[in-house]
Antibody, heavy 119, light 107 residues
Framework: QVQLQESGPGLVKPSETLSLTCTVS????????WSWIRQPPGKGLEWIGN???????SYNSSLKSRGTISVDTSRNQVSLKLSSVTAADTAVYYC?????????????WGQGTLVTVSS | EIVMTQSPATLSVSPGERATLSCRAS??????LAWYQQKPGQAPRLLIY???TRATGIPARISGSGSGTEFTLTISSLQSEDFAVYYC?????????FGGGTKVEIK
């Protein structure tokens, strides 16, 4: 059974960089696309961006180029960096898997990790 | 960006009754539409992809229909575990976008 686990600081100061890691277990990171999705408290879901295991990325332009997603196939990990954060970036951050390359639906999700932006 | 609009925002239904949830896309997404269920404190769970194909382990009482811009998720006889928030998501175009959700609550 594939499992995804997000990890990283739960509190980030405004203007700093949010850094999260998603560790994939029970399956290979290869041949799949891995996304980061966030959900502000009490609100809906926003797709941040994704990365194919080979390294090809796509991002939501709403992030205004603040996001960077990378993959480490040797560690079965996907990472997210979001720079210049503000309170509006406070959310539960999920990593999720899509089958194959390109835009798709999400068949496996991590449990999510809450990141609060506050001084 | 394709905007996904879900209605109603809240649906009050009695156990055993039928629930019908709607999702409308601002432009055609063909059949590239998925549905998810989310319970409090949990990650979303994939229910339907390709507009009507049930994901692994999803019971037959949950079904999806539609194509183009109009989609429906139907739960034929609501069970206690079905009370949750439901989201639609299009994967026709970048960026991938979700609807605002429909909360199905106990009447």
């Amino acid at each position: 059974q594939v499992q995804l686990q997000e990890s990283g600081p739960g509190l980030v100061k405004p203007s700093e960089t949010l850094s999260l890691t998603c560790t994939v277990s029970g399956g290979s990171i290869s041949s799949y696309t891995w996304s980061w999705i966030r959900q502000p408290p009490g609100k809906g879901l926003e797709w941040i961006g994704n990365i194919y295991y080979s390294g090809s990325t796509s991002y939501n332009s709403s992030l205004k180029s603040r996001g960077t997603i990378s993959v480490d196939t040797s560690r079965n990990q996907v990472s997210l960096k979001l720079s210049s954060v503000t309170a509006a970036d406070t959310a539960v951050y999920y990593c999720a898997r899509s089958v194959g390359y390109g835009s798709s639906y999400f068949d496996y999700w991590g449990q999510g990790t809450l990141v609060t932006v506050s001084s | 960006e394709i905007v996904m609009t879900q209605s109603p925002a809240t649906l009050s239904v009695s156990p055993g009754e039928r629930a019908t949830l709607s999702c409308r896309a601002s432009q055609s997404v063909s059949s590239n539409l998925a549905w998810y269920q989310q319970k409090p404190g949990q990650a979303p769970r994939l229910l339907i992809y390709g507009a009507f194909t049930r994901a692994t382990g999803i019971p037959a009482r949950i079904s999806g229909s539609g194509s183009g811009t109009e989609f429906t998720l139907t739960i034929s006889s609501l069970q206690s575990e079905d009370f949750a928030v439901y989201y639609c998501q299009q994967y026709e175009n970048w960026p991938l976008t979700f609807g605002g959700g429909t909360k199905v609550e106990i009447k």
